[in-house]
């Protein structure tokens, strides 16, 4: 697509149920990036992966939370049994090549969660 | 560990004034930045980068940023600020494999 897809916009969710979230990178996107933005906060890192390959999952809060990318363009951010602190944006990022710090991030719109 | 430090939350300026928003960083070999800008209800979008070279570097919109090495500091400037540059911008500073640490933002409004 012409630009990083995210969906849904919008989730409610009632404290202790599963979401997922889901992130459709440009086309031909190596690297794919999950940050999460609380309210009046930058972004912070979640995850990382290059293709399928998870590479760097240091920034996910808890073991309720997990990524996944198996065909290496779709990717999902699934956050289990939420908690109130779980209430973010959930930003997808992907950039064109593996690493090199280039910056150059594409960014999604977001996924707003509000737990209640 | 990687910090960037935006001290103002907020700034108002005048349509046609001048803009400096501020960015300090905290990385203990040569820093890549960044600076980005979000507007409500859209994706984060780069303005501009440095990774060496000439310090002065020239991004989208009219902006430019200044990395000063002895001041840790790599400052957003525009000569004169648009209505339609109202919106939140973020600072960030790159560690390996595009991983980016994001300062909290500071929020842009403009006055006509």
């Known amino acids: ?116 | 560990a990687q910090s960037v430090t935006q001290p103002d939350i907020h700034i108002t300026v005048s349509e046609g004034a001048s803009l400096e928003l501020r960015c300090n960083y905290s990385y203990g070999a040569t820093p890549y930045l960044f600076w980005y800008v979000q507007s409500p209800g859209q994706g984060l979008q780069l303005l501009l980068k440095y990774f060496s070279g000439d310090t002065l570097v020239q991004g989208i919109k009219g902006f430019e940023a200044e990395f000063k090495r002895s001041q840790s500091s790599f400052n957003l400037r525009k000569p004169s600020v648009h209505w339609s540059d109202a919106a939140e911008y973020f600072c960030a500073v790159g560690e390996g494999g595009n991983k980016l640490v994001f300062g909290a933002g500071t929020i842009l409004r403009v006055k006509s």
């Open chain 1, 1 to 116: 697509g012409a630009g990083v897809s995210q969906s849904p916009r919008y989730k409610v969710a009632k404290r202790g149920q599963d979401v997922a979230l889901r992130c459709d990178p440009i086309s031909g996107h190596v690297s794919l990036f999950w940050y999460q933005q609380a309210l009046g906060q930058g972004p912070e890192f979640l995850t990382y992966f290059q293709n399928e390959a998870q590479l760097d999952k240091s920034g996910l809060p808890s073991d309720r939370f997990f990524a996944e990318r198996p065909e290496g363009s779709v990717s999902t951010l699934k956050i289990q049994r939420t908690q109130q602190e779980d209430s973010a944006v959930y930003l997808c990022a992907s950039t064109l090549i593996g690493g090199g710090n280039t910056g150059e991030l594409f960014f999604g719109e977001g996924s707003r969660l509000t737990v209640l």
